[in-house]
């Protein structure tokens, strides 16, 4: 990012408090109490879980270019992660079964490391202008089938592995949140400009030198342009 443009930016300060005390919370009863005030569930969202990809899904996820997954370790510790592809890289295999290419990312191998402890998984698709979400829930384990690897190839580059789901959950999810979020149509889009680089981002916080974050935004710039199907060599 140009100095120019760092030095447009407002200082960095900590977030406003939104209240002068931590915010009261609901102890077991008060919290049990609160969820059983809910109205009754609606017939078509109690059994809207199909546990299977129908044509509609199946259609829905070949046509998706972003998936978020969700994974935990053996004590219960979440991730979720972004998966972001071509239209047709996310493999629905059969109504109980689908595969999703790992990517070059940088190695920490969250969700491949949980999914060593705990197979559960959770996805859900986002196709951009359809403001519903397909949402999958089952088990996974990894695969380098070369045939499956082949099929899911970018640019000529095979990913190293993939993730192959045995569906147990799956439904289409209503729209609310994204006509709320209007995250499709652009009106809470924010200028790039407005927040420094991902590097510089990190080297505040690791407390990087100067010189660092530079080359720490070079390697990023690289990552984005020649990392996106294959890793770049070592630094």
Avoid at 4 to 25: F, G, I, R, T, Y
Avoid at 107 to 121: A, C, F, M
Wanted: glycine share 6%; aromatic share 6%.
């Amino acid at each position: 990012m140009p100095d120019s443009v760092l030095a447009s930016l407002p200082p960095l300060v900590a977030p406003p408090a939104v209240a002068e005390k931590p915010p009261a919370v609901l102890d077991a009863a008060g919290a049990q109490a609160l969820v059983d005030s809910f109205a009754e569930v609606s017939k078509g969202a109690r059994y809207k879980d199909i546990g299977r990809i129908d044509a509609h899904m199946a259609r829905f996820i070949a046509l998706a270019p972003l998936c978020l997954l969700s994974t935990a370790d053996a004590a219960g510790k979440q991730d979720v992660t972004p998966r972001g592809d071509p239209p047709g890289s996310f493999k629905v295999i059969d109504a109980h079964t689908i595969a999703i290419p790992d990517r070059p990312g940088n190695n920490r191998l969250d969700t491949l490391r949980n999914l060593l402890e705990n197979p559960e998984i959770a996805l859900i698709f986002l196709l951009p202008g359809i403001s519903e979400t397909v949402r999958l829930a089952g088990t996974a384990k990894l695969s380098t089938d070369p045939e499956l690897l082949a099929a899911m190839a970018v640019q000529g580059k095979t990913p190293k592995c993939c993730i192959v789901m045995t569906v147990r959950q799956a439904y289409l999810h209503c729209a609310k949140a994204l006509i709320r979020s209007k995250l499709w149509g652009g009106d809470y889009a924010v200028a790039k400009s407005s927040f420094p680089s991902i590097g510089r981002i990190i080297g505040d916080q690791l407390g990087y030198t100067e010189d660092e974050k530079k080359a720490a935004d070079t390697r990023t710039e690289l990552a984005y342009r020649d990392g996106l199907w294959a890793p770049l060599p070592p630094a």
